[in-house]
């Protein structure tokens, strides 16, 4: 069976340094990832993610 991304539930985590990314909710997050709390379709999260991180540069290079 294929599954395709409208399929899965994602959420928005993002790392120490403040960098999102989306991720599919069955699976462990990375070591250094947290979740951010939006759940939803992967393209909600991309949505969400394009809405909310608006400086691209890690935090270590904003400080």
């Not at 294929?2 to 999102?20: G, K, P, R």
């Not at 992967?42 to 691209?56: G, K, N, P, S, Y």
Request: overall charge negative; proline content about 6%.
């Amino acid at each position: 069976m294929n599954d395709t991304s409208a399929d899965i539930a994602y959420q928005v985590v993002l790392n120490d340094e403040e960098q999102h990314s989306g991720w599919p909710v069955d699976r462990p997050l990375p070591a250094g990832w947290r979740a951010e709390g939006t759940v939803g379709t992967r393209q909600a999260c991309l949505d969400h993610i394009e809405a909310v991180w608006t400086d691209l540069r890690p935090l270590s290079a904003r400080a």
